[in-house]
Each structure stands twice: as structure tokens, then as C-alpha cells.
């Protein structure tokens, strides 16, 4: 059983549609678990909704609040309790022993709070990595900027013991400029972590079929 846990190195940098390609490449039995979702309050789909559209495998939602806030933030505000970390490692055990892979959707960055104590996604990779196989996916950004956001998340991952089986970019334009054509072989470069896949621009708007057709080539063979 694996647990892959999947983080992005800022909110917006497409870790939706990277958890629902990671998905269709992991195959059946899969599910995809988003811990806590904000922003929800006009009515919009939860990442873990868009992820079942996309993909249509299994998922689950354990938290969610209306505000588009940080998790503990949005929870404050709402004056309502929302599940600690520990609490959510072991509801993640307990799927993984009956699911061959389970992946987690984490909240914006790696360091967002999940709870009110001050728990974030690196806290609960850490405590999950003592009981089950562990491997982290960070989602980057294409563009300027992405190198240092890119290597400060890799840092902290490692500082933790984590070491992060791979980058995903997650929404790569039609039209790449200087700094994105640069960034693609500077990524795995600068980090030391290899490049898994390129995710094209607008992939989140393809029909179940059609994405799950398409997913599997946009993963690159990792040597």
C-alpha cells in the first residue's frame, strides 16, 4: 500500500488536476482524499468533487468550510472545530490497508495550517511516514518565480527527512516563453528531484474520457 501526498509549492499552481492525473496513473483500487476544503461557500465544486469528475475514482472529503482561507484561518472565522492531523494520519491508515494506493490532497503550500493546532501537510507526511510507504509529489508552477518557491519546499521536505519522489508542473501554456522553456530543465536541476510529468494548460476542462485517455502521456519516464 502507498500513500502518495500531494502538495503544491503555492495555491493556484494546478495541484487539482495533477491529483486526478496521479490518480488515473496509480489505476484502480485508488482513492483520492482531500483532508479539508475551503472556499466553497458560493457553491463551487471541492477539489475532491473536480477529482471524481475528471477521473470518476473514489474520493473522499473529511472537512470543509465556505471561506477560500487557509484551513485553521477559515475554521477560526467559522467558529467551528475541524480534525487535527493525527486524527487525519489515522484515517489515512486505516484507507490505505484497504485501498492499494491512497493519494492526499493537501491545502494550498506545504506549510499551510490544516487545524487550529498549527498542523500542516509536512506534519502529517512526517507522522504518516513512520507506518506506511510515503511519497511525496510537489506541484510547481511554470513560470518566473518557480525555481525558489520550488526549492524552498523541496528544503523543507528534506529538513523533515522526506526526500520528494518527483516535480509535476502543473498547467503548462500553449505558448511557452524564455523563463518556462528554462524552467523545464532547470527544475529537476536545481532540486535534484526528477520532472514526473508536464500537465498542458486547460487539461481540467476535459471530459472524464478524453482525460483519462490523455493523462497517462504526459508523464515522462523517470530514470
Do not use: Y
Request: hydrophobic residues 45%.
Amino acid at each position: 500500500m502507498t500513500v502518495l501526498v500531494v502538495t503544491g509549492t503555492s495555491t493556484g499552481v494546478g495541484k487539482t488536476v495533477a491529483t486526478a492525473a496521479l490518480a488515473v496513473r496509480a489505476g484502480d483500487p485508488v482513492t483520492v482524499v482531500k483532508p479539508v476544503q475551503t472556499g466553497v461557500g458560493d457553491g463551487s465544486l471541492g477539489d475532491a468533487e473536480v477529482v471524481h469528475a475528471l477521473t470518476g475514482c473514489a474520493v473522499e472529503e473529511w472537512a470543509r468550510l465556505d471561506e477560500p482561507l487557509a484551513p485553521d484561518t477559515a475554521a477560526r472565522r467559522a467558529g467551528v472545530p475541524i480534525p487535527g492531523v493525527a486524527e487525519h494520519a489515522e484515517r489515512v491508515r486505516a484507507l490505505a490497508e484497504r485501498r492499494e494506493t491512497v493519494i492526499v490532497e493537501g491545502a494550498g503550500g506545504l506549510l499551510v495550517r490544516l487545524d487550529t493546532d498549527g498542523g500542516t501537510l509536512l506534519d502529517l507526511a512526517s507522522e504518516l511516514a513512520g507506518s506506511v510507504d510515503v511519497q511525496v509529489v510537489v506541484v510547481v508552477a511554470a513560470g518566473l518565480g518557480t525555481l525558489n518557491h520550488t526549492e524552498l519546499t523541496v528544503g523543507a521536505l528534506r529538513a523533515r527527512g522526506l526526500e520528494p519522489s518527483g516535480l509535476v508542473v502543473g498547467a503548462w501554456p500553449a505558448e511557452p516563453g524564455l523563463a518556462e522553456r528554462c524552467n523545464l530543465e532547470d527544475l529537476p536541476r536545481v532540486t535534484g528531484v526528477p520532472l514526473l510529468a508536464v500537465i498542458p494548460e486547460g487539461a481540467g476542462s476535459l471530459p472524464t474520457e478524453a482525460f483519462r485517455a490523455a493523462a497517462p502521456n504526459w508523464f515522462r519516464e523517470v530514470s
